[in-house]
Nanobody, 121 residues
Framework: QVQLVESGGGLVQAGGSLRLACAASGRTFSSYVMGWFRQAPGKEREVVALISWSGGSTYYVDSVKGRVTISRDNAKNTVYLQMNSLKPEDTAVYYC??????????????WGQGTQVTVSS
């Protein structure tokens, strides 16, 4: 069992930055693929970024490439999402997820409760 708790969301002006963190419980964190997803009002949940268990492989959705960096610290059981040059269209609830397979679908085993990111224009 893995429990995930996100933090770091908030209100920021366009062009600003935020760093989200997801703290995981459990001793097997390092064996999981971790992902950040987001869901805007009226839209489906979509992948933002993924990172392999070792951190050696990452994936970014096209709309955030060059602006977002995913990283993990297995010693701290934490995965991060550094978001720069934020745009109003980045406004959404951001969710952390853990799973065994690196996939852009929402087929992950564990989910956090989400953290709101709001970007004002």
């Amino acid at each position: 069992q893995v429990q995930l708790v996100e933090s770091g969301g908030g209100l920021v002006q366009a062009g600003g930055s935020l760093r989200l963190a997801c703290a995981a419980s459990g001793r097997t964190f390092s064996s999981y693929v971790m992902g950040w997803f987001r869901q805007a009002p009226g839209k489906e949940r979509e992948v933002v970024a993924l990172i392999s268990w070792s951190g050696g492989s990452t994936y970014y959705v096209d709309s955030v490439k060059g602006r977002v960096t995913i990283s993990r610290d297995n010693a701290k059981n934490t995965v991060y999402l550094q978001m720069n040059s934020l745009k109003p269209e980045d406004t959404a609830v951001y969710y952390c997820a853990a799973g065994r397979i690196m996939t852009t679908s929402t087929q992950y085993d564990y989910w956090g409760q989400g953290t709101q990111v709001t970007v004002s224009s």
